[in-house]
């Protein structure tokens, strides 16, 4: 009789489980680590790009600058895919009282560039205009 021979050729369900389960574990942690891979290169873009961006928007205000001298408001600007707010404002601070011409000639220019709520980066620096050469 044949009835003992039991073998089987092929997986059981609980096999099948353990397999699907461990495959599953595997995929989620290698998906997260694809998305946490993503958020740092977004981040090393700003970051590598932000120097080029802040050098293109204090070219263009020295531009302003110098050929419209009584500059001082703000401004918002899209610059790469970067959005720029920028506050020129004379420097009274600086300098004393009695030298008026020194003190509008002096400005104080305020920069933000930001990419999306996340990423965003501020910055002072000082100009001096001159009436010309």
Known sequence: MNCL???SKGFTLLEI???LSILAIVLVSFFKMQAGNMAVLEAEHFYSALPWSADKVLTDIETDLGTARDISDAFE???NGFHVFCRITDNADFFDDDNEKGNR???KIKVAISKGSEHSMQFHTWRYVTDGP
């Open 17 to 19: 489980l353990v397999s």
């Open 105 to 107: 000639a002096f400005k």
């Open 77 to 79: 600007q899209s610059v």
């Open 5 to 7: 021979k039991t073998a």
